[in-house]
């Protein structure tokens, strides 16, 4: 199977207001129109990543929302893999689904839950 690559030049929707979206923004058909867009990598104006930064955010709630679309041959999660850089903590999900926890605690996650902190770069 071939593989599906997201770039750092890829644009994904965000919110950062500290709303509580509680699991509707997960769902596929959520209507994320409203939300601003920027390419990636979306970053706290005083992240110290190493990295291309292409779209600031402001600092402050503890919880950023984050989409993207794209095409996906697999027919699970779990043949996915997921590079990342990641500053604290996240969870991932295709489309509703959650396949993927970092520096995340067990359990149901919200938006007040809080990682521990860190610039997470995995190997590649």
């Known amino acids: ?3 599906t ?3 750092l030049t ?3 929707r ?3 207001s500290g709303t509580d979206f509680g699991i509707a923004w997960r769902d596929p058909a959520y209507d994320d129109s409203a939300w601003p867009a ?3 990598l979306l970053y706290a104006t005083t992240s110290s990543l190493q990295a291309p930064r292409n779209t600031p ?7 950023y929302y984050f989409r993207t679309t794209f ?5 699970t999660a779990s043949s996915l893999t997921l590079r990342h850089i990641i500053d604290d903590g996240a969870v991932a999900y295709l489309n509703g689904v959650e396949f993927f926890r970092y520096r995340m605690p067990a359990g149901v996650i919200t938006n007040g839950t809080r990682a521990s902190s860190g610039v997470g770069i995995p190997p590649l």
């Open 38 to 40: 920027g390419a990636a």
């Open 5 to 7: 690559n997201l770039y």
């Open 57 to 63: 955010l402001t600092l402050g709630p503890t919880t």
């Open 1 to 3: 199977m071939a593989a």
């Open 10 to 12: 890829n644009v994904w």
């Open 71 to 75: 095409v996906y041959a697999g027919d």
């Open 14 to 16: 965000y919110e950062q």
